[in-house]
C-alpha cells in the first residue's frame, strides 16, 4: 500500500506570497495518477489538479502542480485570500494528511 | 453540470447498519463513470470507502470490505452505501462523488456536499 505524505503540515503566509506544498510518496508511482484538491472549512473537496500538472476546469492559472517518481508539488503562484484551506493529494484510492495554508 | 447529492440519517446507533443515498442529476450514471464514496471523520483527513462501475461492479477499501456494500439504481439515477455494525470510529461527513476511473484516472469530480453521520446511542 502506498502512503503520501504531505509537507508542512501548516504553512503560514501573507497574501500575495508563494505556496510551495509538497506531497511524497512511499513508492514511485505514475505522475498520471496524482491529484490534488481544496478543501475549505464546511466544504467539500474540489479538484484543482490532476495527471500532476492539469488544471481542473474552472481552476485560475496561479495553481499549478509538478513532480513524478516520488515527489509532487502543488504551487499556488499569488495566494489570494480565497486561497486559504486545507489541501489534500490523492494516488490512486489513496489520499495524504493535507497540508493547511493559513494567513499568517 | 453534474450535481451529486447525498440523504441518509444523520444518527445511527452502535452496532446498527448505516446507509446513505447519492442522487445524481445532470448527468445518467448508465452513461459511464465510477461512482464513489468517501468519508472525513471530524477533524481528520480523507479515506475512500469504495467504488461503483455504472454496470454495477464494485470495488471496496479493503479496510472496510467486510463491512461495505455499495450499489446503483439507474433507473433513479442513485447509487447507495451501506456500512454494517457501525461504531464510533465511523462518525464522519459521508461523500459521494463522481470517479473518473479506478486506478489510472482515480481523481473524484464533482462531490456531493457531504453529510455528517454520528454514530451514538
Known amino acids: 500500500e502506498i502512503v503520501l505524505t504531505q509537507s508542512p503540515g501548516t504553512l503560514s503566509l501573507s497574501p500575495g506570497e508563494r505556496a510551495t506544498l509538497s506531497c511524497r510518496a512511499s513508492?514511485?508511482?505514475?505522475?498520471?495518477?496524482l491529484a490534488w484538491y481544496q478543501q475549505k472549512p464546511g466544504q467539500a473537496p474540489r479538484l484543482l489538479i490532476y495527471?500532476?500538472?492539469s488544471r481542473a476546469t474552472g481552476i485560475p492559472d496561479r495553481f499549478s502542480g509538478s513532480g513524478s517518481g516520488t515527489d509532487f508539488t502543488l504551487t499556488i503562484s499569488r495566494l489570494e485570500p480565497e486561497d486559504f484551506a486545507v489541501y489534500y493529494c490523492q494516488q490512486g484510492l489513496t489520499f495524504g494528511q493535507g497540508t493547511k495554508v493559513e494567513i499568517k | 453540470q453534474v450535481q451529486l447529492q447525498e440523504s441518509g440519517p444523520g444518527l445511527v446507533k452502535p452496532s446498527e447498519t448505516l446507509s446513505l443515498t447519492c442522487a445524481v442529476s445532470?448527468?445518467?450514471?448508465?452513461?459511464?463513470?465510477?461512482w464513489g464514496w468517501i468519508r472525513q471523520p471530524p477533524g481528520k483527513g480523507l479515506e475512500w470507502i469504495g467504488s461503483i462501475y455504472h454496470s454495477g461492479s464494485t470495488y471496496y477499501n479493503p479496510s472496510l470490505k467486510s463491512r461495505v456494500t455499495i450499489s446503483v439504481d439507474t433507473s433513479k439515477n442513485q447509487f447507495s452505501l451501506k456500512l454494517s455494525s457501525v461504531t464510533a470510529a465511523d462518525t464522519a461527513v459521508y461523500y459521494c462523488a463522481r470517479q473518473w476511473e479506478l486506478l489510472h484516472r482515480p481523481w473524484f469530480d464533482p462531490w456531493g456536499q457531504g453529510t455528517l453521520v454520528t454514530v451514538s446511542s
Open positions: 513508492q514511485s508511482v505514475s505522475s498520471s495518477y
Open positions: 445532470g448527468y445518467s450514471i448508465s452513461s459511464g463513470y465510477y
Open positions: 495527471g500532476a500538472s
